[in-house]
């Protein structure tokens, strides 16, 4: 019992620890423009789903429109590259427990682990996308 429990720790913690995303993506994403572009996005979709924009100018709508699609086009991308990492580490056998290669419970908490890890990373922008549908339907 002990030794199925520790198995599934070092798959937990072996799933985490592996990023679900390329390191020229995760590079990209820390460049201080994209970060500032991020933010603007994100208080553009904030602008657009609070009714408050009816009292802007006709031109900051459009900004934020803008905006907020370049954010929308971004998060496709990231998801894309995403889902195509993961693919690509699990075929590899990236996660594989090292010290241990026949503890399949390890091998398989972390193929888990960075599988939900992955798909709750790309499940908050589409979340927005369509709340945003929602919101201007």
Not at 68 to 82: G, K, S
Not at 91 to 105: F, I
Request: proline content about 4%; glycine content about 6%.
């Amino acid at each position: 019992m002990e030794k199925s429990i520790n198995s599934i720790f070092k798959g937990i913690k072996k799933g985490y620890q592996i990023p679900t995303l390329p390191n020229h993506i995760l590079e990209f994403t820390n460049k201080p423009l994209i970060r500032i572009m991020r933010f603007i996005s994100g208080v553009s979709f904030l602008t657009i789903l609070n009714k408050s924009y009816l009292n802007y100018h006709i031109s900051i709508l459009f900004i934020a429109m803008f905006f907020a699609v370049i954010f929308t086009i971004y998060h496709f991308y990231l998801a894309y590259h995403r889902f195509k990492h993961i693919i690509f580490l699990l075929k590899s056998g990236a996660y594989e427990v090292r010290n241990y290669p026949l503890d399949r419970l390890a091998f398989l908490m972390a193929n888990t682990i960075d599988c939900l890890k992955g798909v709750c990373e790309q499940t908050q922008p589409i979340g927005l996308g369509l709340g945003l549908m929602l919101r201007t339907y």
